[in-house]
């Protein structure tokens, strides 16, 4: 698990929906919560098992995106900290590909 530095905790909002984001020291990057952005792209009434299945799809078709994902530790709605899947803006890009949505129509 790469470190990162808990004071540079930051909620980013989309369409007026909450995307948690965590600055990784090792690498100098943002990470999102890949969750929270499904939820945005999808409306899926459960996003962690949307994730969940897409996750276990990409995986099995050899996507390195699923490698590629990061656990930090980020705070919930309940108010206790649970390890959550992140990408960085550019892998986010690359799954946002991945993901029908309405929020991509141009």
């Known amino acids: 698990m790469p470190a990162y530095n ?3 905790i930051s909620i980013r909002f989309f369409n007026d929906r909450e995307v ?8 100098n990057r943002w990470l999102f919560s890949v ?3 499904i939820a945005v792209l999808t409306d899926s009434k459960n996003p962690r098992n949307y994730w969940k299945v897409l996750k ?9 995106l699923v490698t590629n994902c990061n656990q ?7 108010g206790k900290r649970y390890l959550t899947d992140c990408l960085s803006q550019e892998e986010l890009l690359r ?11 141009v």
């Open 72 to 78: 930090l530790k980020l705070l919930a709605a309940d």
């Open 6 to 8: 808990q004071h540079k």
């Open 20 to 27: 948690r984001a965590a600055w990784d020291d090792a690498s």
């Open 35 to 37: 969750v929270d952005v």
């Open 95 to 105: 799954l946002v590909d991945a993901v029908p949505s309405k929020q991509k129509t």
């Open 56 to 64: 276990h799809r990409m995986a099995i078709a050899g996507n390195e």
